[in-house]
C-alpha cells in the first residue's frame, strides 16, 4: 500500500457481487446496495486518504459454485498493475479469502 506520509491518495476498489441464486429480499441484495455500502465506508476512511475509484468491479447473476468472475479477474489484474491499493467488498466470499494465495504480488495489499 501507498505510503500515506507520502500524501497520496490511497485508491480502493469496490467489487459487488449477487448470485443468481440468492434471495432478492435478502440485506444488502442488490449490487447497487452493496456498491453504495462500499462507498460509504470508503468515506468514512477518507481521513486517511482512501478514495473510491471510479471503476466498477461486479459480479452480478453468477451463480457461488463457480469460480467464473469477470468482475474479480478484472480487480484481481488491477491489484497486479498497481492502479488499487484496497479492495472493499460487502461480504467475505470464499473467493475473496483466496485471492492472496491466487494472486502473486495481492499479499501486500488489503482486502476488506
Not at 24 to 46: G, I, M, N, P
Request: hydrophobic residues 30%; charged residues 30%.
Amino acid at each position: 500500500m501507498r505510503d500515506r506520509s507520502e500524501g497520496k491518495a490511497t485508491h480502493c476498489a469496490i467489487y459487488t457481487r449477487k448470485s443468481s441464486e440468492e434471495v432478492l429480499e435478502q440485506d444488502l441484495s442488490s449490487l447497487h446496495a452493496q456498491r453504495e455500502a462500499c462507498e460509504a465506508y470508503v468515506t468514512s476512511q477518507k481521513h486517511e486518504g482512501w478514495r473510491a475509484l471510479p471503476n466498477t468491479y461486479d459480479d452480478g447473476g453468477f451463480s457461488g459454485g463457480s469460480m467464473e468472475r469477470p468482475g474479480l479477474d478484472r480487480l484481481l489484474a488491477d491489484v497486479q498493475a498497481g492502479t488499487i491499493d484496497v479492495g472493499c467488498c460487502c461480504a467475505r466470499c470464499r473467493q475473496a479469502l483466496e485471492i492472496p494465495r491466487q494472486s502473486p504480488g495481492a499479499g501486500s495489499r488489503e482486502i476488506r
